[in-house]
């Protein structure tokens, strides 16, 4: 079994198919650890979650999107703050009809972090001086101070760590704020958002090589919409 993290989806599920095409991901052996957000932005959010329910071994992890649309899913209530943030387009993409079951609890499941060895694996961020247990849900999904204390103190020669953890992947804040596509490597934290949500692409790393597998630019894919532009 290979283990491999992917960054936010954000309803792309022509690039889904990409990367693990290109990793050459064998759907029955290997593992796919998502670093959440898998809905909001481009239109194939149902294709994509039966994407990943068509894996055998997931790992899931909710992102701050996830939660959203989980209300939704579960309620039918659209929170006004989610609509214009890719929401419309999540429930565009079930064209009117019930959401599959096994796709809410799929988000209903997701972890708020996950741990292995000594891995670390969250959507949003969390402070590194409090176990991660002590963190609220909010702090998880939505924080980006490790983010920017990482970019911040990218050049300090007397820092090689910012966490006990020894490697950090994180989704939710896009690279493409500092200019890349590609996932930023800090320190141990490895940022995996390259933007697929918007211009950029999706990315995927195998954890035991640090190889990455990239889509195409996501608008290619998709040049009759518009995404979360």
Request: glycine share 8%; hydrophobic share 40%.
């Amino acid at each position: 079994m290979r283990t491999y993290v992917v960054g936010d989806i954000h309803g792309a599920a022509k690039a889904l198919e990409q990367v693990l095409g290109r990793a050459g991901f064998d759907r029955d052996r290997d593992r796919l650890i998502c670093l959440g957000d898998i809905c909001d932005g481009w239109p194939d959010v149902q294709a994509a979650f039966n994407i990943l329910l068509s894996l055998k071994h997931l790992v899931y992890l909710l992102g701050n999107h996830d939660f959203w649309a989980l209300q939704w899913m579960k309620t039918g209530a659209s929170p006004p703050l989610w609509l214009p943030q890719g929401g419309k387009a999540t429930i565009k993409s079930y064209h009117d009809v019930p959401v599959p079951e096994a796709h809410i609890e799929l988000l209903a499941s997701a972890f708020p972090y996950f741990i292995e060895g000594n891995n670390c694996f969250v959507h949003g961020g969390f402070d590194p001086s409090k176990p991660l247990s002590e963190h609220t849900l909010e702090e998880l999904l939505w924080d980006r101070t490790l983010v920017s204390r990482a970019m911040n103190l990218i050049d300090q020669d007397n820092i090689s760590a910012l966490t006990p953890f020894s490697e950090v992947f994180i989704g939710h804040t896009p690279t493409l704020n500092y200019g890349f596509d590609r996932p930023i490597h800090i320190f141990e934290l490895w940022m995996m958002d390259t933007g697929a949500g918007w211009q950029g692409r999706l990315s995927m790393i195998d954890i035991a090589t640090f190889d990455i597998y990239q889509s195409d630019p996501v608008p290619t894919l998709y040049p009759k919409e518009r995404g979360r532009f």
